[in-house]
């Protein structure tokens, strides 16, 4: 969708408020393309030119074990002349193909089993494929289990320290941002930072997973259904933080049962059913193709001045995000 044909669809239109940054100019400019912002800072470094894929999905597949085996008694032995049950598999993903460029906000969406998690765990390389292959030719910063894959008998602390430095931060890199990691995830773990990990609650876990991962400089960032477990001042302080990571250019794979979420972070959506890729496409189409198979008759379609609507906040937000980001900027060097 473009300005104008947001602007004929629906009649919603930003109001300005006491707390607009400086140069927000609600009446004549309204999404991201109307402002000058200059050179996107950030400190994001690209191996890859521009035009090349930053991830590279080809015949992608992986078989698991279905079930647990259980030993064969010695009768089976005898009389079937087995020494094991046949092994129950069945392919959890196949025959997946596509490919990321720098700067792309991807979502995945797909029914529970879909296999969206096992893509990403395949993507940041924890899981191998029995087929095919994912090449990816920058960092990855991933969130795809609640605890961050922070180590529960560390402390927090040891655990920022342990995280960031296998992602290549030097010691004085992670002292210098320590205090901000720290802030963003709140004081509930300011309190508990020299308390085991494994101490936390869930709530706490995400804080400060999520905190540590979006502060490192890798240029790919997985989340995988993270955004759920936080509170509501919390989110919103995510949401702005995922704005920021977009706007430096940073290549973003969001799982998410949100619809919300998705349609506000990512312009491309990916969905799997039944461990295939059953389409790639704008994300405001996949989420239609994806709620009318999972609702059928009941899925209304959204009108196109709700659409409309959406894009249009979704593009507004992200302005005064990076108008009010700048203004701090301005502010630290001055
Ligand atoms: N290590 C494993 N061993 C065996 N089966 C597995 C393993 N990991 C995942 N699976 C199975 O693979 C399928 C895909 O799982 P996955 O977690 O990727 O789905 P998902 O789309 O992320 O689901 P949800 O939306 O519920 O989180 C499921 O049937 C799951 O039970």
């Known amino acids: 969708m473009d300005r104008a044909t947001a602007l004929e669809l629906t009649d919603w239109r930003p109001t300005a ?31 890859t030119a521009p035009g090349e894929p930053v991830i590279r999905v080809e015949n992608l597949g992986i078989e698991f ?19 094991a049950h046949d092994k129950q598999t069945f392919w959890a993903l196949r025959n997946i193909n596509f490919t990321v460029g720098r700067g792309e906000a991807v979502g995945l969406v797909g029914g529970n089993g879909g296999g969206k998690s096992t893509l990403l765990k395949m993507i940041a390389g924890t899981l191998l494929p029995d087929e095919g292959k994912a090449t990816v030719s920058e960092g ?6 609640l605890t961050g894959g922070f180590i529960g008998d560390l402390s927090a602390r040891e655990n920022i320290y342990l995280t960031a430095g296998l992602h290549g931060m030097s010691k004085e890199q992670i002292d210098e941002r320590f205090d901000e990691i720290v802030d963003f995830a709140g004081p509930a773990v300011r309190d508990g930072l020299d308390v085991p990990y494994r101490h936390f609650s869930s709530g706490m876990q995400v804080r400060l997973g999520f905190a540590v991962i979006t502060c490192l400089d890798e ?10 477990v936080g509170d509501a001042a919390f989110r919103s302080k995510c949401y702005t933080r995922m704005e920021n990571l977009l706007d430096e250019g940073r ?9 919300g979420d998705l349609m506000r972070f990512c312009t491309r959506g990916l969905y799997l059913k039944g461990g295939e890729l059953a389409m790639d496409g704008p994300m405001d189409q996949v989420m239609e193709q994806y709620m009318s198979d999972l609702m059928g008759a009941d899925h209304t ?19 005064r995000n990076r108008l009010r980001r700048d203004q701090v900027r301005a502010t630290a060097g001055a």
């Open 17 to 47: 408020g006491e707390n607009d940054p400086p140069g927000y100019d609600p009446e004549n400019k309204l999404t991201w393309d109307d402002y000058d912002f200059g050179r996107v800072p950030g400190t994001v470094e690209w191996n």
């Open 65 to 83: 074990l279905r079930g647990r085996k259980r030993n064969l008694s010695l009768r089976e032995i005898i009389f079937t002349g087995r020494s």
């Open 140 to 145: 990855v910063a991933p969130l795809i289990e």
């Open 219 to 228: 240029p790919i960032i997985l989340v995988d259904e993270v955004l759920a």
């Open 251 to 259: 290549t973003l794979f969001l799982v998410s049962h949100s619809e």
């Open 301 to 319: 379609r959204p009108t196109d001045a709700t659409r409309a609507e959406s894009w249009l906040k979704r593009e507004d937000s992200r302005v």
